[in-house]
T-cell receptor, first 114, second 114 residues
Framework: AQTVTQSQPEMSVQEAETVTLSCTYDTSESNYYLFWYKQPPSRQMILVIRQEAYKQQNATENRFSVNFQKAAKSFSLKISDSQLGDTAMYFCAFMKQTDDKIIFGKGTRLHILP | DAGVIQSPRHEVTEMGQEVTLRCKPISGHNSLFWYRQTMMRGLELLIYFNNNVPIDDSGMPEDRFSAKMPNASFSTLKIQPSEPRDSAVYFC????????????FGPGTRLTVL
């Protein structure tokens, strides 16, 4: 069975700083997808970024980028120039290539301080 | 597009009562997912449908839970009888159903069972 582990339950950083959220996963699959979802206080789940395991290049979306280390089964999220609106719960998630089920980590609560 | 619509947004009920949560997926989406979010267990997939057919219900906690999708634009998750441990936020999500397509989440229903 696949598992997703987020070792940082909570983090705080100052506005404009860069922050990295950690995620590791366990799977015997060779092809899969990884995601970072954001859940702000409004409770809405929003997809932040997505990585296909077969791609060596790390995905980026504006201020958000990932460091995907397939051999180490690590998938960290970097937020550059953090903004107050980035305050949210962030979930790392895994999906097999042959499935539609998403396995979520327990989340990291991120506070951006003014 | 209105996005995934869930109702009610909040539900407070007493133990033993029947609870029905409703979801309208994004028009044109073929896959629908029901998730439960709690502090202890995080975000868990309960069941998902593809073209109105249940594909995987292995996450449904017990026989008190049932889900239906009578047509492409409507799904229900029913709990009968409800128990205090069912208190959680229940999310519905939908996707195009293409391989590994993005899931779009509704705003969730916060259920409190007294």
């Amino acid at each position: 069975a696949q598992t997703v582990t987020q070792s940082q339950p909570e983090m705080s950083v100052q506005e404009a700083e860069t922050v990295t959220l950690s995620c590791t996963y366990d799977t015997s699959e060779s092809n899969y997808y990884l995601f970072w979802y954001k859940q702000p206080p409004s409770r809405q789940m929003i997809l932040v970024i997505r990585q296909e395991a077969y791609k060596q290049q790390n995905a980026t979306e504006n201020r958000f980028s990932v460091n995907f280390q397939k051999a180490a089964k690590s998938f960290s999220l970097k937020i550059s120039d953090s903004q107050l609106g980035d305050t949210a719960m962030y979930f790392c998630a895994f999906m097999k290539q042959t499935d539609d089920k998403i396995i979520f980590g327990k989340g990291t609560r991120l506070h951006i301080l003014p | 597009d209105a996005g995934v619509i869930q109702s009610p947004r909040h539900e407070v009920t007493e133990m033993g009562q029947e609870v029905t949560l409703r979801c309208k997926p994004i028009s044109g989406h073929n896959s629908l997912f029901w998730y439960r979010q709690t502090m202890m267990r995080g975000l868990e997939l309960l069941i998902y449908f593809n073209n109105n057919v249940p594909i995987d219900d292995s996450g449904m906690p017990e026989d008190r839970f049932s889900a239906k999708m009578p047509n492409a634009s409507f799904s229900t998750l029913k709990i009968q009888p409800s128990e205090p441990r069912d208190s959680a936020v229940y999310f519905c999500a939908s996707s195009l159903g293409l391989p590994r397509d993005e899931q779009f989440f509704g705003p969730g229903t916060r259920l409190t069972v007294l």
